[in-house]
């Protein structure tokens, strides 16, 4: 007990340490796959892998124990579309990596060398209990904007779990302008590159052929040649419920594309289309507001409708903030929960919104094998919290990250601490750290 | 006589509709003019509210936990609400009429309704399209004679979410943070109108925007003009309070003879009539902002966004300034960067009036679910705040920095009857507004989709009347 407790202690406040086995003991237990909390679960870790979750889960001997002392333990939350790691403060275009508007290259730019695992939002996002993230670049000077990642939110130097692990283009009216200012402009341009890289890939040297007229570079047409083929999901902002609906019909000329949707403020409109062209679906949840022409029939209820249709619905943020506030997942899957409450209003319930925040994301872009739930065989990314992790306010108070357990220490604790007592001592408050 | 009738009608709706004006409605002076040049007149309140309470209903609430937005709390409590104002707040005790509508609120809670001190709804609608681009006259780095007022769109379907979503009942709408003096601000009436002087706030005095920082720079330092630097907003900002002062001089002496619309919204500020509305992140220029307001003779009411108030909270308490913050907002500029989410329990912690405010279409959908973020922080600190107590953040506190403090803001007995019915206890993510009601009149209620606001834009579009 002495040991667990000690242990349990070292895990909280702890620097990065390289023990990769631990098993959490008495937990209100969730899976993420959308199963129902188990009580007094139990979590396995062993060699940075979950080994077993559940009810009635032996602990092997010798191995690191955590007593959760009863409070709920989870799955890391994985940002279903985000730009971790991409940028430190918006404004400062230094430090800004999100988008490559005047680059010459586009499906080809690979976001993999631009992470910053170093940066402070990293930190931030993993004491909120984030610790993967689908991150997609933001836009290039063409149409596609390139190949995103998943990562990891680790304290270490190397936060890439899967480089080029999905391909990104915005349709509706961001697209339109990017292709010439129309749909018929966006719809053609996106065909034509297809077919250029499809064209590329069965002799190479029609591209060299084209010389100066050609749609894309070299880079860009391997990139597309791994859309085309399936290799690469394509996501695809789009929120007009037309838009959404020609986007599916993508799949009659290239069947092989693997599309998952971006925002899809108007999904619900056509939530039947979507299940039966089973695509996934990553939503900004809360979005609400008619803010432009193609979101119109926004609404709070869209998760749940689409849910309720068959769709696979992730609940992300990127509406408001896509790097720094990761941590609104939980909030945002909890007001889901509420909308159960009110008449007329769709939405989820708890464990299907967790799921939203977790493993739901993590089969949209082909991983939930090895992400998102803490069923057997997925990484060790476990989260003990101080509440009920979809209520408002609740932190972790550990997490681990393949096994490690992880600084909770943020850059903003460091302030809050240094001006606990506003007021300046014996000496300026450069001296207090 | 009928020049003294007239003036004295003037005066009356002035008094009515521009509370703060201490001159009443017409302002002249009567000494030592030039024959030649007689003292401007004018209307201190031109556009005045129109805004008149709907029809209400004698209304009981019982069975429900009160926070009264002065951080009072009522278990099991009753409210009466009669002739669109509060009529009566009690415990079970309490004697309740027999010939009301009463609502039970078992396993429910009661506040005021949420005051968010920072919008930009309406002049910033949505549709968020350029055409609807309204929020900053950035022609100029000081444009003190634009009012927010004459820019709000009534149609901008943010309004009905805000009441809907976030049982906000009063809003001030402000211009934005391009200008250094970017206009007056006006508050209103979280109702559905035709008109803007439908929506006014009645006896609320005006505000003026103004902003520190890095977007005038940016915004006239990109023009090639001044300021450029924060140096040059603090030399702009002076030379344009030296222009009011004098100008506020001679309109004392009577001494002036022709309108000007921008001195006349400073002169208001130096007279203290009009409320300062400072948009400023950093704690260094906060500071000095205040010496600023000393060297020129006027209050600065609220420090907006805020990031850094933590760094100053005993200056802002011992000033008497509020600060309007975001929970956990950081990062997006260099002057956001040193937000923590502390930062709204510290400076209720350090005695200073603090405010939760949401500067976003988004988030004045969910200013109770800001508070609980920052009242959880605070309470991971160890401070012991009160659900209660956190409420002051979003009615009470807001109204006395508008100005409105003695009308609206908390459930006390004669304060007008805006109120929300919350679903549970309304720092739960899980919770929603059941029923709202403003000046006693009930605008929303979740049980009934007739009672759920629709406006023009949204008529006859996809999903309209839809829950939002």
């Not at chain 1, 403060?89 to 060398?113: C, E």
């Not at chain 1, 992470?115 to 933001?138: E, F």
């Not at chain 1, 037309?242 to 999904?267: S, W």
């Not at chain 1, 509406?319 to 209003?345: E, I, S």
């Amino acid at each position: 007990m002495m040991r667990a407790l000690l242990l349990s202690a070292a895990a909280l406040i702890a620097a990065p340490v390289a023990a990769q086995d631990v098993a959490i003991t008495n937990a209100k237990l969730v899976i993420g796959d959308g199963s129902a909390p188990i009580e007094g679960g139990t979590v396995v870790v062993r060699g940075g892998k979950v080994v077993a979750a559940g009810a009635g889960v032996a602990v092997p001997a010798g191995i690191e124990r955590v007593d959760a002392g009863g409070r709920w333990v989870t799955p890391g939350i994985v940002a279903a579309f985000s730009r971790v790691g991409l940028t430190e403060v918006d404004a400062v275009s230094g430090t800004n990596d999100r988008s490559a508007n005047k680059s010459r290259f586009s499906a080809g730019l690979d976001i993999a060398p631009a992470l910053n695992p170093m940066g402070s939002p990293i930190a931030v996002n993993r004491a909120n209990g984030v610790t993967r993230a689908i991150v997609a670049p933001g836009s290039s000077g063409n149409l596609f904007a390139g190949q995103g990642a998943v990562v990891d939110l680790a304290d270490d130097n190397d936060m890439v779990t899967k480089p080029r692990a999905l391909q990104y283009v915005a349709f509706g009216e961001d697209g339109s302008a990017k292709a010439g200012g129309s749909r018929a402009a966006l719809f053609l341009l996106f065909r034509e590159q297809l077919l250029a890289a499809r064209s590329y890939a069965r002799n190479p040297a029609t591209l060299a052929e084209w010389g100066s007229d050609a749609l894309i570079q070299r880079a860009d047409a391997d990139a597309l040649v791994r859309v085309i083929d399936g290799t690469t999901p394509l996501f695809v902002r789009v929120d007009r419920a037309t838009d959404i609906l020609n986007v599916l019909k993508l799949k009659t000329e290239f069947p092989a594309l693997k599309l998952v949707l971006v925002g899809a403020t108007e999904g619900w409109l056509v939530a039947n289309d979507i299940a039966a062209a089973r695509v996934p679906v990553l939503v900004s949840p809360l979005t609400d507001l008619p803010g432009s022409f193609e979101q119109l029939g926004a609404t709070q209820s869209n998760a749940g409708r689409l849910f309720a249709a068959g769709v696979p619905v992730s609940v992300g943020v990127f509406d408001d903030d896509d790097a720094h506030k990761m941590g609104y997942a939980t909030q945002y899957a909890g007001n889901l929960v509420g909308l159960t409450r009110l008449p007329g209003a769709s939405g989820l319930n708890w464990d299907q919104a967790f799921a939203s925040i977790s493993s739901v994301p993590a089969r949209a872009v082909g991983m939930d094998a090895s992400i998102g739930s803490l069923r057997a065989g997925r990484v060790g990314d476990v989260v003990i919290w101080d509440n009920d992790p979809l209520e408002l306010g609740s932190r972790p108070t550990a997490v681990w990250i393949d096994g490690k357990a992880q600084s909770l220490v943020t850059r903003q604790d460091r302030l809050r601490d240094r001006y606990l007592t506003p007021q300046e001592g014996n000496l300026p408050k450069a001296y207090d750290r | 006589m009928i020049r003294g009738v007239k003036a004295g009608l003037l005066a009356a709706v002035s008094l009515a509709f521009a509370g703060c004006t201490a001159n009443g409605g017409e302002v002249e002076t009567a000494s030592s003019k030039p024959a030649a040049e007689k003292p401007v007149k004018f209307n201190k309140d031109p556009y005045p509210s129109t805004y008149k309470g709907y029809p209400t209903r004698l209304t009981v609430v019982r069975n429900v936990t009160i926070f009264d937005g002065e951080g009072g709390r009522i278990d099991n409590g009753s409210i009466v609400l009669s002739s669109g104002k509060v009529l009566s707040v009690g415990g079970p005790d309490m004697e309740l009429p027999t010939d009301a509508d009463v609502v039970d609120g078992t396993g429910k809670f009661l506040t005021p309704g949420v005051i968010d001190i920072h919008s930009h709804l309406g002049d910033y609608p949505s549709p968020s399209v350029e055409a609807h681009s309204d929020g900053n006259e950035a022609t100029s780095p000081t444009t003190p004679e634009v009012w927010s007022e004459h820019s709000v769109w009534p149609q901008d379907p943010g309004f009905s979410r805000a009441l809907a979503n976030g049982g906000v009942t009063s809003l001030q709408i402000l211009p934005g943070s391009a200008n250094l003096m970017g206009g007056r601000s006006i508050t209103l009436k979280n109702v559905p109108s035709r008109t803007v002087q439908g929506m006014k706030f009645p006896g609320a005095p005006y505000g003026l925007k103004m902003a520190c920082g890095e977007n005038p720079k940016r915004v006239y330092g990109s023009k090639g003009r001044m300021p450029s630097t924060r140096m040059g907003n603090f030399a702009v900002n002076r030379a344009t309070w030296q222009k009011a002062a004098a100008y506020k001089k001679k309109m004392d002496e009577g001494k002036v003879v022709d309108r000007d619309l921008a001195m006349e919204t400073l002169a208001g500020v130096l007279s203290g009539e009009i409320l300062v509305h400072n948009h400023c992140y950093r704690a260094d220029e906060m500071a000095l902002v205040i010496d600023m307001s000393k060297e020129f003779g006027y209050k600065v009411s609220t420090f907006h966004h805020a990031v850094e108030s933590y760094k100053i909270a005993d200056i802002l308490a011992k000033e008497g300034i509020c600060s309007a913050m975001w929970a956990d907002w950081w990062g997006f500029k260099m002057e956001a960067y040193d937000s923590v989410p502390e930062n709204i329990p510290l400076v209720y912690k350090a005695g200073a009036c603090t405010i939760v405010h949401s500067d976003d279409a988004n988030q004045i959908q969910r200013l109770n679910q800001e508070a609980a973020k920052a009242l959880a922080s605070g309470r991971r600190m160890g401070m012991q705040i009160s659900d209660e107590q956190a409420w002051t953040w979003l009615s009470y506190n807001p109204a006395k920095a508008l100005g409105i403090g003695d009308k609206t803001g908390s459930l006390k007995p004669s304060k007008m009857a805006d109120v929300v019915l919350w679903n549970g206890n309304p720092f739960s993510a899980y919770t929603r507004p059941e029923k709202v009601w403003i000046d006693g009149a009930m605008m929303y209620d979740a049980m009934n989709p007739k009672l759920r606001p629709v406006s023009d834009f949204e008529l006859g579009q996809p999903g309209e009347g839809d829950v939002k």
